[in-house]
């Protein structure tokens, strides 16, 4: 069993490592990509008198990834930690003459640009002050009204098809036009797009982001698809006093992430299954529901390299069964087509029910 295993490990690390390697080509869009999909801290370092603390190390360490953003705080005590990708952290300050301070319980959502102001206290560096109470995120350098759709709410609650953007209703403003069915039908449209007003706003005028990449259909101005909850991590709906640097649609911005592998070996399976056999016959149907519909799939996501590269992963398939529609079909025979009309049937005889034969009126 022993060789068997070491043979297992040696093929999962080369399937990650082909995976990496051709995730590469992939690198120069991310650097676009961070500008807005991305979230990150700033803030000020101060002594217990108010005075600003110039030099200090602060360091940004996430809890699932483990890894570490550092910089260190200007002359007028500012720091910034750009380029932070969503979920929790905890941040650590050290200066000299001062203890060392960390904060747990900060939590990162996408395209947040939040304040944390750091109060230093005179003392050893071997001293440390601890924050564990979950840190109020506040955003001061945004005007506009963000609701985020976190993972949670995107896997729990119930979805028509397992299509994430119809959760995008559920930010304050944004409705589905009667008129439009929710979707906006072109000769390039997607199964899960959809059409939205926000804020009054045009079905079309709304800014999809995939990754901080451009995620809209050039043709219509819809989005494109989206991953299937499992594979998405969060998204958010911004709107009113939007950045400059999202552009090209004024209704609203959908900005979505994806998630990513962690230090720790993740995977899920899932099958959602629709079947007539266990549904009731609709009361006006003349008969049961013959839908077979399977959707399943799984994620796997883990480390390359511990706290620096990591990878991740889904698949889900979707099988539409039914049975064909009672319907009849008349084919027009060699005579109908040549105009000769008199072998055909017309519909019943009201008083005996059968079929008549067509006669020419004349």
């Known amino acids: 069993m022993e060789p068997q295993k070491k043979i297992t490990e040696l093929a999962f690390k080369s399937m990650l490592w082909i995976a990496t390697i051709s995730l590469i080509h992939f690198v120069p869009s991310a650097v676009f990509a961070q500008a807005v999909n991305n979230a990150q801290i700033h803030g000020v370092v101060q002594d217990s008198t108010g005075a600003v603390v110039a030099g200090a190390q602060v360091k940004a360490t996430q809890t699932d990834t483990g890894q570490v953003h550092t910089t260190v705080s200007g002359s007028d005590g500012a720091y910034l930690l750009p380029g932070l990708t969503v979920g929790g952290y905890t941040l650590e300050v050290t200066s000299a003459a001062f203890s060392k301070y960390v904060q747990t319980g900060i939590v990162l959502e996408v395209g947040q640009n939040v304040q944390v102001n750091v109060p230093l206290a005179v003392g050893s560096v071997s001293q440390e002050v601890h924050v564990s109470a979950n840190a109020a995120m506040i955003e001061t350098q945004d005007t506009s009204v963000s609701e985020v759709i976190d993972q949670k709410r995107i896997v729990d609650l119930p979805l028509n098809g397992r299509q994430a953007t119809d959760l995008i209703a559920l930010a304050g403003g944004a409705a589905m ?124 996501g883990g480390p390359i390299r511990k706290n620096k590269i990591f990878i991740f992963g889904g698949y889900q398939n979707t099988r539409n069964r039914t049975a064909p529609p009672n319907t009849i079909s008349f084919v027009a025979t060699p005579a109908a087509l040549n105009g000769d009309f008199s072998t055909l049937e017309s519909g019943p005889c009201q008083t005996s029910g059968k079929a008549k034969q067509l006669k020419n009126p004349a």
């Not at 995939?210 to 499992?230: A, K, R």
């Open 177 to 300: 036009p009667p008129n439009a069915a929710s979707r906006d039908v072109t000769s390039h449209d997607y199964v899960n797009s959809v059409a939205i007003s926000v804020n009054g706003g045009q079905i079309n005028g709304n800014n999809y982001l995939l990754d901080g990449g451009d995620h809209n259909d050039s043709h219509s101005n819809i989005n494109m698809p989206f991953p299937f909850p499992d594979a998405l991590q969060e998204f958010s709906v911004q709107t009113s006093g939007i950045s400059s640097r999202y552009g090209l649609h004024p209704g609203s911005v959908i900005n979505a992430v994806t998630k990513s592998g962690t230090n720790n070996f993740h995977g899920s399976l899932f099958e959602f299954l629709r079947n007539g056999d266990f549904n009731a016959r609709n009361f006006f149907a003349p008969s049961q529901d013959n839908l077979h519909r399977n959707q399943f799939g799984g994620t796997a």
